[in-house]
Nanobody
């Protein structure tokens, strides 16, 4: 699968932005998806992830503590896309945001570590001005 992240830009602190990650290739619903970010001079870190839904089981989500209550991940399997709604942005949210994917069995939970993903997008920069 190939991933294309978009939606980044310059936003004021307290503002909102929605990132999109478009996936190409078949069976998008078979992939778990995640967002990671890398701030200047720092290591890449986990932000949020969404797992695979199962039979009568909704997809699980997992959020980094730093973004809980402010960020929301969602996926639209019909559109082969995952979204990251970012609200109440802070200066420290400034980073390049990467979407990631990995093929997993039905019902696989959200995964919050980098080595859990084989496919990565190119990243989109979000700059929060104070």
């Amino acid at each position: 699968v190939q991933l294309q992240a978009s939606g980044g830009g310059l936003v004021q602190a307290g503002g909102s932005v929605t990132l999109s990650c478009a996936a190409s290739g078949p069976s998008f619903s078979s992939y778990i998806m995640g967002w990671f970010r890398q701030a200047p001079g720092k290591e890449r870190e986990f932000v949020v992830a969404i797992g695979r839904s199962g039979i009568r089981i909704a997809a699980t989500t997992d959020y980094a503590d730093s973004v809980k209550g402010r960020f929301t991940i969602s996926r639209d399997n019909a559109k082969n896309a995952v979204y990251l709604q970012m609200n109440s942005l802070k200066f420290e949210d400034t980073a390049v945001y990467y979407c990631a994917a990995d093929y997993r069995p039905l019902g696989w939970s959200a995964t919050n570590y980098e080595r859990g993903y084989d496919y990565w997008g190119q990243g989109t920069l979000v700059t929060v001005s104070s």
